[in-house]
Structure formats: C-alpha cells, structure tokens
Nanobody, 115 residues
C-alpha cells in the first residue's frame, strides 16, 4: 500500500540548496501524514519536518527558516526544500509515512554539505 522512494540528495557547499523528493507508488498517499528524518553517522535518527494530510507543517528547531516541507497529492510526492545548508545538515535523509500506526520508510538519500 505504501512504497516510498527518495531522490535529490547530493553534495553541496555550505550555503547551497537541495530539494529532496519522495514519491509513493501506493494508492493512499493523500491519507498519509508524511515526514522527513535524517541520520548522521554515529547519531540517532532525528525528525526534521512533518506535514499532515491537511498540510500542517512542523520543523526541527535547527532547520526552521531554512527547510520547507510540502506535498503534492496529485503526484503522490512530498518534498523537502533545503536552503542555506550547513555542514551539520550532512546526513542520510529518509522519507517516512505513518499509516494506521505503522511506519513506512524509503531507502534514504545522502546529503553531504562541505564547508
């Protein structure tokens, strides 16, 4: 029912931008609360941004004002626009969907920010 595939990661210099994309090939995307997480080497996975089915968003304090999460239900896609990137943003980024108390994850996409 839910199958998530991320793309858009890469290597950028500090201050640069990237847009991550997560596409769900399932049929219930509009009913899913979506989120982006990230995990740096040796660190626990942390919640970066969330967007509900009604479009309400929330962010990790350290990315507020720099990252924007959005969704396009017609394309079964959730985005994470990342601006003013810092070296601390370097991590693997994962798309997450919550459906009926079950978490679904994508395979992750690597973001590397060099100073």
């Amino acid at each position: 029912q839910v199958h998530l595939v991320e793309s858009g990661g890469g290597s950028v210099q500090s201050g640069g931008s990237l847009r991550l994309k997560c596409v769900d090939s399932g049929t219930i995307f509009s009913s899913l609360n979506m989120a982006w997480y990230r995990q740096a080497p040796g660190q626990q996975r942390e919640l970066v941004a969330t967007i509900t089915t009604s479009g309400h968003t929330d962010y990790l304090d350290s990315v507020k004002g720099r990252f924007t999460i959005s969704r396009d239900n017609a394309r079964n896609t959730v985005y994470l626009q990342m601006n003013s990137l810092k070296s601390d943003d370097t991590a693997a980024y994962y798309c997450n969907a919550d459906w009926g108390g079950v978490d679904y994850w994508g395979q992750g996409t690597q973001v590397t920010v060099s100073s």
